[in-house]
């Protein structure tokens, strides 16, 4: 389950908690555990075609707590491995109504008392054996000031019913208790809207709804869907107008990711009794793009209050793109090409800008068309939604690269659509080639956004499809002008200077802006490929651009050499766009990466051996990705500068123990300070010159700070 850790880097606040003694796990089957879990069958036999049903009762230890499908902020969900039948197919697992656990300023979802889980298992309608065998493998995280993975196998076997007799009940009182406590579902319409990090819901409710919350109160909304809410925000929720309104802070998780929303509400009758019901509310277009309200600022444009207005902000948008480092040098190259045009060729002029401008309406249209089909399909996307791809911006930095090796005069482009950038445009041969390049500019005006721009996309994605496609014609308009009107004004092509050699070298000049707009591509790239992983992919596709289109350049005249340069270098283009179709977004940090920035030592036996016969002192981190207090403890104590700095000075040798997969090793060490969970934190002094031995391991408690550890290093504890 998806552990939250932005959310975990706020969280300092619980070191500052009292510390909650530990009560003692119950030992059961020679296991000590927390949790005492039991796989109950409904029936004592199994009925052929009949699905059987099944319940996990759970006993806490007194101050533990399980978790819910939606955890909350942190731990993790209980889960089964069966191992079944052929043709036996498990079922989900069915939770009752969930309890908050406030964690310091977290909150999680979860149980804290007795509890019975209900499940199922497809049973086929032939079998053939008399008896039939289920195993179940349960695990399940339990937390109190630490976390406990636990696990226990259960397996069940049953006889089959095939002459009609009737099953015999087994323990019918904890499936009556246990589907009455499974929250009941309501048929409320509902709407849903987000707007200015908030999120409201309204449910309309029936006769049978409007009773039921009469005089109710405590009322508290559980989403099954991780990162939608704000778990520990207030949360205002209220019956008005036989309406059931609920106002909940928004967390970072996009609405796009779910079709429907579900959820679990909590509370209070007017009678007094604790009652639960189950909602779904489907996430629609609307409720996802619901515009944000912008507090206007003296360099915010204003807001369009009109069609016209958003034209020209439109207009006014696309004229500034020109400007832009990926455009200017395609504008510019593509302007002093018609230097040598002179008026006799007017009407070429004029088909030449005609046919630009088609090329970026063209363009901007099929942009335009997409994004809001993706939109009114319930997208969550702007402009340059195409650039949150990976692949997408690493093709087009290939593109930006290729064009600025063609500038800078490594190739040259004879044929083909970007054979006009710099190159005569006046022979009707240059056509096609024109329209291709205004296509080519609009392609690499997409990771650019102008002044105003914003302002007219966001009241087009609020109009319908005719207006919205209207205004971004407008915005390809602006980006199309200044080419246009050279075209249409000859007066203005005259005030261009006058042809030379210095056009060859601002024309290599040109190129620079496009290297820059590649360096900052690449960037981007990394920052959705994996960082120093992602940078090393996204050069090296260059580089095989470059190559590629170097070793063409050297081809020789004779067979089969010709054949191989032609073989090579079509070779290493491809492989460049291989690089770019596997890329895949991984804007997640692994936690290895984020312990590579904190000289460390790997946790192992053997090494810890080899530590503990030196002479430096040693502090060992037991640790897990799933633990809340581990997280916590490395950010606000161990990670900072502060204690780094002591254990440089100090010569303190940083053991992490990484316990977020089952490691024997690291079990045998927990079990040999009596633990058998984490966090951990063992702290060996430095062997004393003198007497050659070293102080007795100190065991810190667990929840740090770096006063605490600095203590303990220095002695003073």
Known sequence: MFLKNLLVLTSAAILFAPAIGHTEPVVKDGTPRYVETDLIPEFNSITEGQPLHLAITQKHTPGWHTYWKNPGDSGETTSIEWTLPKDFKAGDIIYPAPETQPTGPLVNFGFGHDETLLTSVDVPKVIADDHVTLTAKISWLVCHDVCVPEMKEITLNLPVIKD?????????????????????????????????????????LDEDGQKMLAGAKDFFFFPEEWGIILNAESQNIRVENNQLIVELRRDTRPLSDIQTLNAVLTFVSEKGDKESVALSIPVTAKAVTAPVAVPPTSTTPPEPTSFVQAIFLALLGGLILNLMPCVFPVLSLKALSLVKMSEKEQKHANLHGLLYTAGI????????????????????????FQ????????????????????????????SGPLANIGHKLASKHGYKGTFFTGVLATIVATPCTAPFMATAMGYALTQPPYVALTVFMALGLGLALPYLMLCFIPALRKSLPKPGAWMETFRQFMSFPLFASVAWLIWVYAQQVDGGYGTILGLSGLILIAFGIWIARHEPRRQPWKTGI?????????LAFMIAGFSHTDATQTKAEKESSVPHISFSTTEMDTLIAGNDPIF??????????????????????????????KNVQYVVGDWTNQNPEITAYLNHYGRNGVPLYVFYGGRDATTGQRPEPKILPQLLTSGLIADVINGEE
Not at 566 to 574: E, T, V
Not at 629 to 648: G, H, P, W
Request: some cysteine.
């Open 164 to 204: 009609g007799t009737a099953p015999v009940a087994n323990q019918p009182e904890i499936f009556t208790a246990a589907r009455a406590a499974i929250p009941v579902p309501k048929p409320w319409q509902g709407m849903l809207e987000e707007q200015n990090q908030a999120l409201t819901i309204k449910f309309q």
């Open 361 to 384: 309406l063209v363009c901007f249209g099929s942009i335009a068309g997409l994004l809001i089909a993706l939109q009114m399909a319930g997208q969550q996307i702007g402009w340059g």
């Open 387 to 414: 650039l949150q791809n990976p692949i997408v911006i690493l093709l087009l930095s290939y593109l930006l690269f290729t064009m600025a090796l063609n500038l800078s005069g490594f190739f040259e482009i004879k």
């Open 566 to 574: 032609h073989a090579l270098s079509i070779s290493s283009i491809i």
């Open 620 to 649: 060992v981190d037991m640790t897990a990705s799933w633990c809340i207090t581990c997280q916590v403890n490395e950010r606000v104590a161990i990670y900072t500068d502060a204690t780094q700095s002591l254990f440089k000075q």
